[in-house]
């Protein structure tokens, strides 16, 4: 059977090209964004990327701009842009070219996706599965549903909306989940939109990666310019300093970042505490004081402390409820497709860029025509790059078409 009918979860970087990629193709798309697009990007739009503008966009996706946006000002290839600047200067003009006009689903949330007369385990391992079209059941944004068929389904939903639990062993500490409403698991703009939540509090700051870097740059000036404001920074790690150093970083503000972040847990002043080795055991909200106490164990002991707010910056995991009845092989460590996740844990590198593609086999499931790809493909492991995801672009359309040639990128000069 000639697949013809393609759709794709999540209009974000990843998404939209793989959609434009598509239609220069002459496959029949459906583009799915529960919310807007670049949804996910626009919730940390305050915050700059580490990469260049060189590294985030495709020959294609440029080309085509170019050719419907005649006043279109383009970055210079050394340019770093925030989220919100990626969204309007990128991703927004991408959404409105003639090749995406109706195409794109925005508001329309995929709740799951099956197989048109067939269960999970019918024709086990059978490519014969192809010939029964994906049944995607949709929910609008006033709770209207409905189902659309496809051919071919493309996930690139991204990981953003499911963020990891506090909790001991990475499951939900005491009273998380009744109060994760009021955790905070985003990357927050305390300069800004959310200063006035956050001046003269006192907040409990939990993770160890780039994102609690950035919280806690961001809470250490808030510190200076509200001397009432403090923090408690804890990692479960029993490491210190907290972020990892690359020698020789080839991105400077990441390394500007690193060495940021590393300097505030060092000096460990009265106003910003730094605690390693240290794991939430429970969390219990006091709405009359607007406030939380928190017991933490640390190094064989527990000890509860008051705080007005909880930022969880502990990272984000692929929800992969909406295709549980669809025959997906996921690595029991990261949850992200087995091959793919195989191929890079044998290619394991503390920097992510010295990520490269795996190729294409690595993008394929048990279940035919169903592909994982942008930062949802790489799991737990936060190492993707946006350029990876161009890679796994071209390597699931030589897939689609059996032309394991075929690469539209390069086709127009990249």
Known sequence: MQASRIAIIGAGPIGLEAALYATQLG???TLFEKDEVGANILEWGHVTLFSPWSM??????????????RSWDEPGPDDYLTGKEYVQTYLAPLSKLPALEGKIHAGCRIESVGRQQLLKDSLIGDPNRAKYPFR???????????????????DSSGVYDNPNWIGEGGIPAIGEQKHKDLIDYKLIDFS???????AGKRTLLIGSGYSAAASACDLQKLTQAEPATSVVWAIREDRFPPIPVIANDALPNRAKLTQAANSIAQNDSPQVRFRNHTSVESVRYYEDRDRFEVSLHSNGS???????????NVGYSPDNSIYRELQIHECYASRAPMKLSAA???AASADCLQQTSLG??????????FYIIGSKS??????FLMRIGFSQITEVFSLITSDPKLNLYQMQGS
Not at 360 to 369: F, G, M, R
């Open 192 to 198: 800004g939109s959310h200063r006035s939540r956050f």
């Open 360 to 369: 294409a086999d690595t993008l394929k499931n048990p279940e035919p025509n």
């Open 378 to 383: 790489y799991g737990r492991n936060s190492t």
């Open 302 to 312: 527990v000890a509860t402390i008051e705080v007005d707010r909880i930022v969880a």
């Open 344 to 346: 890079l844990l044998g």
């Open 27 to 29: 496959y029949d798309v």
């Open 136 to 154: 995607i059941l949709t929910t609008d944004a006033v709770g209207n549903e409905q189902v659309f068929f496809a051919d071919i389904v493309i």
């Open 56 to 69: 985030n966009y495709s020959a294609l996706g440029v080309c085509s701009i170019k050719k419907h946006l």
